[in-house]
C-alpha cells in the first residue's frame, strides 16, 4: 500500500505539495502526480517530466553510446583512505573487466568486520553474496585492437591541450579504459555492512548534513535540510538526489530470477523494490523527498550543461573517427541547444553571495567536503558499483566546478572557449558530466514507468 490511510480522506505531502485523497483514490499511486515546486528552484516537477522524457533523454540515450562518451578512464585500484579492506568479495569476478588494447578507437590508444563475521553461518552468507556478486558484479573489460590502438592518438591530442585542471588519478599507471555500455549500472547483489558503511560515512562524517538521522538512509531529508543554509541545503540535495539515482536504477534494473526456478534470470523493473525505497511508509515519510531531491540535482547539472555549453559546442570530441566525431559534435550542439532553451534554470549566483571571509571559507568547505565524498568511491567494495560512483561524483563535481567559474554567475552567465586559461574541462570531466547527467535523466523516465507499472499492479 503506496499511501496510509487516515480514515475517508487520506492526507499526504508529496514533493511539497499536500494532497488530500478520497477513499476511492488513497490506494494508488499514479493518481498522486508528482507536482509542485522542487525546492529551492522555481521549476515545477510536471514540466521537467515533459521536458526530459521527451527532449532529453532520448538524445542522451543516443549520444552516450558515441565512442567519446562510452569509453572512461578510471583507476579502480586506489585503496580506500578511511579504512582497511573488510574483505568483502575479494573474487576476482567481483572486480570490473577493463578495456584491453585492441578494443580501444584509434585516438585513445597509448598514453576488518565484526567478529561474527568469522562465525559459520555468517561465512556461508558472505559465500552465498559473494557468490552473488560474482555473477552480478563483475566488470566487462572488453576492448577491441582498433579501439586500443585509438586511445593513443587520443592521448596525444589531449596532452596537447591547455591543462589547468589536474585530476588526482590521470597520471597514475592503474588508470585504464573501461566501456562503460558494457558495464551498465543495475543491480549486482552489493549489499550489508559494506554498502550501507558507505553512505554512512557521505551523510554523517561531513559538515554539510541535517541533524536528525533516520535509521537505514540517511539525515532527514525533509524535515533537517530546511533548517540549513542554502548552500548546504544544496550540497545536502544533491548528494541525497545521487542516492535517489542510484536507488532507482537498482530497482528498474533488478535481478528478477527465473520463474520456475532454474535458468538464467531476466533484468528488468521491480516494483516492490521501488516501493521498498520510496513508499513513504517504509521510509518514514522521507521517500517523496528523496525523489524530489533527484529532481533538484537533474536541475544543478542541466544548468551546469546550459553554462557550459558556448564552450562545448567548441569541442573536437576527438577519437580519430572523422566521422562519428563530426556526428557527436552535431549531435552534442543539438542536445545543448534543447537544454538552453528550458525557462527555469537553477541560479547558481545564490550561492556564496558576497566576498566576506565567512562566503569565502563557506565555499573553500563545500569544496572540501566534495573532495571528501569522491576519495569515499574508493571504498566501496563492488568493482561496478565504484566504477558507476566514480563516474556520476566526478561528474557532480565537474557540474559544480562550471557553475562557480566564468567572470559572472547566474542564469544567463556563460563559460567559453576563449576563457581557456581560467577555465579547462578535460576529457575525463566532460565524459563524466555527459554520463552522471544521462543517469538522472534515465531515472526520472525510469520513475514514470514505475508510476505506469504500480498503477496496473493496483488496477488488478
Known sequence: MW????????????????VTLSADEKDCFCKIPLKGEVDDCSCKIESLDS???????????SLLNKDYFRFF???LKRPCPFWGD????????????????????????????????????????????????????????TISSEDRESFKSWSKYDDAQDNFCELDDDNSADMEYVDLTLNPERY???????????????????????????????PAEARGAE??????????RMISGLHTSINVHLSAKNYLPAANGY???TWGPNVEEFQKRFDPETTNGEGPQRLKNLYFTYLVELRALAKAAPYLEQEDFFTGDEKEDNETRNAVKDLLKIIKSFPDQFDESRLFQGNNKEAQQL????????????????????QKCRLWGKVQTQGMGTALKILFSGDTMGPDSTVDAQQKKNFQLRRSEIVSLFNAFGRLSTSIKEVDVFRQLIKEKDST
Open 73 to 75: 578512464k578510471v583507476n
Open 86 to 141: 573488510d574483505g568483502r568479495c575479494a573474487l576476482r569476478d567481483c572486480h570490473v573487466d577493463k578495456c584491453s588494447e585492441d578494443q580501444l578507437p584509434p585516438g585513445y590508444k597509448e598514453s576488518k568486520q565484526e567478529e561474527n563475521k568469522y562465525t559459520k553461518e555468517a561465512q556461508e552468507q558472505l559465500h552465498t553474496d559473494c557468490k552473488e556478486q560474482k555473477e552480478l558484479g563483475g566488470i566487462d573489460k
Open 363 to 382: 565555499k573553500e568547505e563545500f569544496r572540501q567536503v566534495f573532495h571528501k565524498v569522491y576519495r569515499i568511491m574508493n571504498c566501496v567494495g563492488c
Open 188 to 218: 549486482t547483489g552489493y549489499k550489508g555492512e559494506s554498502a550501507w558503511r558507505i553512505w554512512r560515512t557521505i551523510y554523517q562524517e561531513n559538515c554539510f548534513k541535517p541533524d536528525t538521522p533516520v535509521p537505514g538512509y540517511g
Open 3 to 18: 499511501l496510509p490511510k487516515l480514515g475517508i480522506l487520506t492526507a499526504y505531502v508529496v514533493l511539497g505539495v499536500t
Open 227 to 236: 533548517g540549513m543554509c542554502l548552500e548546504k541545503r544544496v550540497f545536502f
Open 263 to 265: 535458468g538464467k534470470g
Open 51 to 61: 521536458f526530459n522524457n521527451l527532449k532529453i533523454f532520448p538524445r542522451l540515450h
